[in-house]
Each structure stands twice: as C-alpha cells, then as structure tokens.
C-alpha cells in the first residue's frame, strides 16, 4: 500500500513528506494506521547520523488494521500505543527486562527487519525504516507484535503515543528503577517530557524533596506546577544550590540531558550511598567522575524504557493518567502531520513540552 511518511533524505536535513510503499505485515507484525505519533529527543539526535534514506519516529499510537497469523495479542479494530521491540528469548527478555534484550540495538536501530529487509520502499527501492520497532514518522506502520502495546479504547490516541517512549521512560525510571521511599529527596537533570513525567512519579512515589535542574525558565516553571519543589537554573551555580537544597546530597538523581558534565554534576550531587539513574542519549559519548564521587557507595544505573515490560507498564500509566494522578496532557502540543517542520523546530526550542503529530 502507498501511505505518507516524513522521510530523512540525509542526515542533518529536515524531513520531508514523500509517498513510500508499505509491505504487508509478516505472520508476527501488525499493520497499525496511526492516529497520532510524538516527536522525541531521540528522534532529533538519529536525525543528525542515521543512514538514510529512512523513516524515524517511535512514539506512535493508533488503530490495529490487519494482523499476520501468527500474532494473538491483537485484532483488527484494537487500539494500541506502540513501544521498543525486543527478540523474546534472551535471557534479560525472558525475566522481565525487554528493555536490556541482548539484539536490542541490532532489532530497533538497524533500520531493518532481522532478516535485513524493510518495509518501506521509496521508488521501488527498500530504505532504512523499522525504528525502535515502528518508524512511526508515517500515516500507517507495520510493527512486530512485541512492540505493540494493547490499550483501551477510552484511551486518547493523540496522546497515548508518547507513552510508550518518554512518558514510559522518565515515570519508569523512578518508579521502576530508582523506587525511592516515602520521604525521599531527588534531583532530576532536564525538564523535557521525561524529566517532567519523572517529577510526576517522583510526586507519586512520595518524594518530599524534587529538585529540577534546566536552563529554560518557563520549563522549570511548569515542572514547579506539576510537583517539583525546587527549579534550579543549570550552568554556573547549580551545584552550589543544590548543596543548598540537601545539604548532605540527594538521595537519587536522575539525568535525562545525556551530557557527561550534566551528569557528573547530578552523581556529585548525590549523598553517600545514593543512586544515580542514566536515562539521556544526547551529545556526550563518554563519562567520568572522580574517584571519590563514586567510592562514596554512589551507585549508576543505566536506564533503557524505563525499565518496563510496556504491555504492563504502558497501560499502568494510562489508567494513572485517567484518574487525573499523571497528568502529563498538560505539555502535549499537537500538529497536524503536514506540519512536522513546525513540531520539530518547537521541540528543539524547547517552546513546547511534548510536540505530538496527528493525522
């Protein structure tokens, strides 16, 4: 079938709405026609070095359309949030973990089926496309039923989307990962959608002290209004007002900018024995701290999807959301399809929280 995709012509180029062919769905994918998909951080960083030609985006949702025969998960008519996909047999996927799955890097961003084929051809000719299980930048994807999450159909599927990656990512990563008590004190490094759906659990888990570190004003103001209690200004004198803050360090800190001297900031931060979740794919390709920074009992985590089995935890946030106890639509920004351009310069910007495209 021909469907509209926003494709990346070359690294670093804006992306461009073409007319691709899409393949039907093998007997373990899913052909979803989306309602909706948002635009994530990780989207833009691909952008700048992925082989192209080829098709991003993985924060899509929208309604199943056909299904191969070996799928049982979902049928026709179902509305689902897409997520990761993982391979199922290794061991980290078979106890619980798909988001540390040993081919999850070959299976979500290789821009190929593990076959080596793709999906979507432009011109007759197969590109890179397959995404974080979706390359969801498209009018409809075929996705393997492991990155599909089944959701109900009260759900708003303009806004489901980002909770299979973001939202997922930053409320997982305290929840799932860091699981402070009651009483506790966070620093949590960014205040995009994953450091804002990271305050949001924070406040959820009972947090007493949430501190928000960013350099934008009006995205620390929006985190204060959503259960942050501290906003500090990054750059210069953030350390400093941090100390402030927990004079004897913060219990966790969670860094989403993927910066090595934003991180090395946030694990000094920490109090001795306190836990530092990695959640940022940024600009940095290295770490380091001192010594003293990490025999002090201070433990590292790298996070990957939040450390959640999405068919669970995906629906989990939904209901929170539901009951007004997750009220991340208050960041959503929402655009027309044609107006990727305009989504993805307010995203960069950092103008809008949550940048999401409808169709």
């Known amino acids: 079938m021909r469907v509209t995709a926003a494709v990346l012509d070359r690294p670093g180029e804006p992306l461009a709405l073409r007319d691709v062919e899409l393949g039907p769905p093998r007997p373990d994918e899913v052909l979803?026609?989306?309602?909706?998909?948002?635009?994530?951080?990780?989207?833009?960083?691909?952008?700048?070095?992925?082989?192209?030609?080829?098709?991003?985006?993985?924060?899509?949702?929208?309604?199943?359309?056909?299904?191969?025969?070996?799928?049982?998960?979902?049928?026709?008519?179902?509305?689902?949030a897409l997520s990761f996909t993982s391979c199922g047999r290794c061991r980290p996927c078979l106890t619980g973990s798909p988001g540390y799955c040993l081919r999850f890097d070959a299976l979500n961003f290789s821009g190929r089926r593990p076959d080596g084929s793709s999906a979507?051809?432009?011109?007759?000719?197969?590109?890179?496309?397959h995404f974080l299980g979706q390359s969801a930048f498209a009018d409809h994807v075929v996705a393997p039923e492991r990155a599909v999450v089944p959701i109900g159909k009260d759900a708003d599927l303009t806004l489901a989307g980002p909770f299979g990656c973001g939202f997922q990512t930053g409320a997982g990563g305290v929840l799932n990962?860091?699981?402070p008590s009651p009483g506790s004190s966070i620093a949590i490094f960014g205040a995009g959608s994953v450091g804002i759906a990271s305050v949001l659990a924070a406040a959820l888990s009972g947090c007493t002290t949430v501190a928000v570190v960013d350099l934008n004003a009006e995205r620390l103001a929006t985190a204060r209004s959503l259960g942050a209690t501290h906003g500090v200004t990054g750059g210069e004198g953030a350390a400093e007002e941090l100390r402030s803050i927990a004079p004897d360090g913060f219990d966790f800190v969670l860094e989403t900018t993927g910066r090595a001297d934003v991180l090395r900031t946030g694990v000094e931060a920490l109090a001795p024995l306190g836990h530092c979740g990695v959640i940022g794919v940024g600009p940095s390709a290295e770490m380091s701290f001192d010594w003293r920074s990490v025999l002090n009992g201070r433990t590292i985590t790298g996070?990957?999807?939040?450390?959640?089995?999405?068919?669970?935890?995906?629906?989990?946030?939904?209901?929170?959301?539901?009951?007004?106890?997750?009220?991340?639509?208050?960041?959503?920004?929402?655009?027309?399809?044609?107006?990727?351009?305009?989504?993805?310069?307010?995203?960069?910007?950092?103008?809008?929280?949550?940048?999401?495209?409808?169709?």
């Open 177 to 179: 990962v860091l699981r």
């Open 303 to 359: 996070i990957i999807g939040g450390g959640a089995i999405p068919q669970v935890f995906v629906p989990e946030l939904l209901r929170l959301h539901a009951a007004g106890r997750f009220p991340v639509h208050e960041i959503v920004a929402r655009f027309p399809f044609e107006r990727i351009g305009d989504a993805v310069d307010a995203a960069k910007s950092g103008t809008v929280g949550k940048a999401v495209l409808t169709f």
């Open 32 to 80: 979803v026609r989306l309602s909706a998909v948002g635009i994530c951080a990780t989207d833009l960083e691909f952008a700048t070095f992925f082989e192209a030609p080829a098709v991003l985006g993985h924060e899509g949702a929208g309604i199943v359309e056909r299904v191969g025969d070996r799928v049982t998960s979902v049928a026709p008519g179902d509305h689902v």
């Open 120 to 129: 979507v051809s432009l011109g007759g000719t197969e590109i890179n496309a």
